[in-house]
């Protein structure tokens, strides 16, 4: 009986140990339930792509951005509506030497909807030194309703859009100013400079306007000739170059040239309304005078033919 029962007591216990074997090998534990799941699920094996993340470089920084573009300045502002003719134009606290150039225009960038071909080209300013400005324009002038963006380096992004069509030509041979806006045209008479004080030929590009600036002849080397506030001015050029009202106008527009160089308009409403309908970036051509208008004397670059400006771009 003794012997009996202890082997009974010991296959008792193997089967016991074997049981508890069996359960261990079946993924159970003591605790059961979500945990004990959880603890059995194997260790999902590295993908190709985590071990060549894990190998892979932290990302570069990138370069910093040259000098001269901590504090440029931008002709545009965000959000503005500008002319047809309108450059972007950057100036630069001092000269950018030749040899940094290059690296400056390589942080320059300028996206446009719809597509154009433009370029960069380095222009000599009328009141700045040689290297602190850059323009860019576009092949011809801007189509009607083309958004721009421009960044120059990390910290510099404006956003404008190009508004209608509105050029006007002075002949100033027949005293007169064709205005074509978005393609309707009409005739007006202005009087231009007289023999002597011819006003700019060629391409010009409206800077700013005001309805009242005081126009000094000594500061434009005519000594004192004149001194005196003029109303609607249109502003085209930095040597001094005006589309405003002039009372002498009333007499001699569309007969005469008798300005100091300016395009004079009457006072009977034809000044006022030519300053309210124009805007920054509208294109001013005369025709039949005699000096071209320059590149960096306010916004000539027009006047500059295509082959030539893409020459003045230090990645050319």
Request: charged residues 25%; hydrophobic residues 35%.
């Amino acid at each position: 009986m003794t012997t009996g029962t202890t082997m009974t007591r010991r296959a008792t216990r193997a089967w016991g140990a074997a049981a508890l074997c069996s359960l261990a090998l079946a993924g159970c534990s003591a605790q059961g339930g979500a945990d004990g799941d959880r603890a059995s699920d194997p260790k999902p094996a590295s993908t190709a792509a985590d071990r060549a993340a894990a190998r892979q470089e932290p990302t570069k920084k990138p370069a910093p951005d040259p000098a001269a573009l901590k504090n440029v300045r931008v002709n545009v502002s965000d959000g503005q509506t500008v002319g047809v003719g309108m450059p972007i134009s950057l100036t630069f606290a001092r000269p950018v030497p030749v040899a940094e150039r290059a690296a400056v225009e390589r942080r320059l960038k300028v996206e446009t909807s719809p597509g154009v071909t433009g370029s960069w080209s380095w222009v000599e300013d009328r009141n700045l030194l040689d290297g602190q400005r850059v323009d860019y324009r576009p092949r011809e002038p801007w189509k009607p309703g083309t958004e721009v963006t421009v960044r120059a380096g990390s910290g510099t992004t404006r956003t404008f859009e190009v508004g209608r069509s509105l050029v006007a030509t002075v002949d100033v041979r027949t005293h007169t100013m064709r205005v074509v806006k978005d393609g309707r045209a009409r005739e007006v008479k202005v009087t231009a400079g007289a023999p002597g004080m011819d006003t700019w030929n060629g391409t010009m590009v409206v800077l700013d306007k005001q309805s009242r600036v005081l126009m000094d002849s000594r500061t434009v080397g005519y000594g004192k000739a004149y001194k005196d506030y003029y109303n609607y001015a249109v502003h085209l050029t930095a040597s001094g170059t005006y589309l405003h009202e002039n009372p002498n106008a009333n007499a001699t527009a569309g007969e005469s040239n008798v300005t100091h160089g300016c395009i004079g308009l009457a006072t009977d409403g034809t000044a006022r309304r030519f300053y309210e309908e124009v805007i920054p970036g509208d294109i001013v051509r005369v025709v039949g005078s005699k000096e071209t208008v320059a590149a960096g004397n306010g916004y000539g670059g027009w006047n500059v033919g295509w082959k030539q400006w893409r020459a003045g771009s230090a990645l050319d």
